[in-house]
């Protein structure tokens, strides 16, 4: 497609937008713009957009297809400044937020103005932030989910735009989309800072809490290492959803804290069992709304170099890690490394090569 592009937010969505866009659609001019002028310079210079913007009003009135991909909270001011710019006529309006209800609301303007506004959420992300991390490979195969209020011929025409992404589009209303991620996305943050809190709090009786979470609690409390700032904004956003969701977990827990009271066997069983049914019945590889992290668990020989040796010949076979940290030590051995990949195939191919050269390896499903 040819065109102009104005992404507004230059982040690792924003960024990781542009270059698929760039990549299927190579005569098409990416214009980026962002409040923080360093993001900007970055960039144009790792060539992920093709113009700076000078503002959002004069990137928005170039444009053939303006992508928001700001926290939510500043999106409402950005949305309330197009109807008063010369925008194209035939213009799309999209985004990239976590929450739609109050976007949708406040697009509802520029509809009534005959501008087409289309809800996006790629539901996926990355552990890193910034630009520099934007990847062409982000979206693919997450599921892209599109919340119009338009006609199908315009989310088409948003679909060709985006078909660089290699995701896979699902259309949703508002209040669909707002309910199903505050169940598997925004409830579970809220879950584990508790969980990290709690700790933290028990940690003051006894400071072998803190020592003894470093290992499995740790792991299943990462995303509470979000960024606060945007969480506060996504809770805010999707709070009567999240208030329900709450109110069925306290009833959830005091149903088990009465299963525990009366020492109930068969019901604790059934209440792990029903959840390792469900637990284990979900999808493996398929992406979701949380970024899966892909982790590689290996046993090395406490001998000089034994972890430069394991990432040299990651090295040698162009095999990136993102982190790396040693879990335990055990007896006659440095301990478990596990190692973190951007992505399945990395974490797959590194597996396949290590065992060649005799390494015990684990992945964790």
Same mark, same amino acid.
């Given at each position: 497609?040819?065109?102009?592009?104005? &992404?507004?937010?230059?982040?690792?969505?924003?960024?990781?937008?542009?270059?698929?866009?760039?990549?299927?659609?190579?005569? #098409?001019?990416?214009?980026?713009?962002?409040?923080?002028?360093? !993001? @900007?310079?970055?960039?144009? +210079?790792?060539? @992920?957009?093709?113009?700076?913007?000078? $503002?959002?009003?004069?990137?928005?009135?170039?444009?053939?297809?303006?992508?928001?991909?700001?926290?939510?909270?500043?999106?409402?001011?950005?949305?309330?400044?197009?109807? =008063?710019?010369?925008?194209?006529?035939?213009?799309?309006?999209?985004?990239?937020?976590?929450?739609?209800?109050?976007?949708?609301?406040?697009?509802?303007?520029?509809?009534?103005?005959?501008?087409?506004?289309?809800?996006?959420?790629?539901?996926?992300?990355?552990?890193? $932030?910034?630009? *520099?991390?934007?990847?062409?490979?982000?979206? *693919? +195969?997450?599921?892209? /989910?599109?919340?119009?209020?338009?006609?199908?011929?315009?989310? *088409?025409?948003?679909?060709?735009? %985006?078909?660089?992404?290699?995701?896979?589009?699902?259309?949703?209303?508002?209040?669909?989309?707002?309910?199903?991620?505050?169940? /598997?996305?925004?409830?579970?943050?809220?879950?584990?800072?508790?969980?990290?809190?709690?700790?933290?709090?028990?940690?003051?009786?006894?400071?072998?809490? $803190?020592?003894?979470? #470093?290992?499995?609690?740790?792991? /299943?409390?990462?995303?509470? =290492? =979000?960024?606060?700032?945007?969480?506060?904004?996504?809770?805010?956003?999707?709070?009567?959803?999240?208030?329900?969701?709450?109110?069925?977990?306290?009833?959830?827990?005091?149903?088990?804290?009465?299963?525990?009271?009366?020492?109930? *066997?068969?019901?604790? /069983?059934?209440?792990?069992?029903?959840?390792?049914?469900?637990?284990?019945?979900?999808?493996?590889?398929?992406?979701?709304?949380?970024?899966?992290?892909?982790?590689?668990?290996?046993?090395?020989?406490?001998?000089?170099?034994? &972890?430069?040796?394991?990432? =040299?010949? %990651? #090295?040698?076979?162009?095999? $990136? &890690?993102?982190?790396?940290?040693?879990?335990?030590?055990?007896?006659?051995?440095?301990?478990?490394?596990?190692?973190?990949?951007?992505?399945?195939?990395?974490?797959?191919?590194?597996?396949?090569?290590?065992?060649?050269?005799?390494? !015990?390896?684990?992945?964790?499903?």
């Amino acid at each position: 497609m040819n065109g102009k592009v104005f &992404i507004v937010g230059l982040g690792l969505i924003g960024g990781s937008l542009a270059l698929t866009i760039k990549k299927r659609h190579p005569h #098409a001019k990416i214009y980026g713009y962002d409040t923080i002028k360093s !993001e @900007i310079d970055k960039a144009y +210079n790792l060539n @992920i957009i093709d113009e700076k913007a000078t $503002s959002f009003r004069q990137g928005a009135a170039l444009a053939d297809l303006i992508i928001l991909s700001t926290p939510v909270l500043e999106m409402g001011e950005l949305i309330r400044q197009l109807p =008063s710019i010369d925008l194209k006529e035939n213009v799309i309006i999209t985004d990239t937020g976590s929450t739609k209800g109050e976007v949708m609301e406040m697009a509802s303007e520029l509809r009534n103005q005959g501008l087409t506004f289309i809800g996006g959420h790629p539901m996926a992300g990355s552990h890193k $932030s910034g630009v *520099e991390s934007a990847k062409v490979h982000l979206f *693919e +195969n997450a599921y892209y /989910i599109l919340t119009p209020d338009t006609s199908l011929g315009k989310v *088409e025409e948003l679909k060709q735009w %985006l078909s660089g992404t290699n995701a896979h589009f699902l259309v949703l209303d508002t209040e669909e989309h707002d309910f199903i991620t505050g169940v /598997i996305s925004h409830f579970p943050h809220i879950i584990a800072a508790g969980l990290v809190n709690l700790a933290k709090k028990n940690a003051d009786k006894n400071p072998l809490v $803190s020592l003894l979470a #470093a290992g499995g609690f740790r792991d /299943i409390t990462r995303i509470a =290492s =979000s960024n606060p700032k945007m969480w506060k904004d996504i809770v805010k956003q999707n709070r009567f959803n999240l208030v329900d969701l709450l109110n069925n977990w306290m009833t959830e827990m005091q149903n088990i804290q009465t299963v525990l009271m009366e020492d109930d *066997e068969e019901s604790i /069983i059934r209440y792990f069992e029903e959840a390792k049914e469900y637990r284990d019945s979900l999808p493996v590889r398929a992406k979701g709304a949380i970024p899966s992290y892909y982790d590689l668990d290996v046993d090395v020989m406490d001998v000089p170099g034994a &972890i430069a040796t394991i990432t =040299s010949l %990651l #090295a040698e076979d162009s095999i $990136s &890690i993102t982190n790396l940290h040693i879990m335990e030590a055990r007896e006659g051995l440095l301990g478990v490394l596990r190692l973190s990949f951007q992505n399945g195939k990395d974490r797959t191919l590194a597996r396949i090569l290590l065992e060649q050269n005799n390494y !015990e390896t684990y992945e964790s499903v």
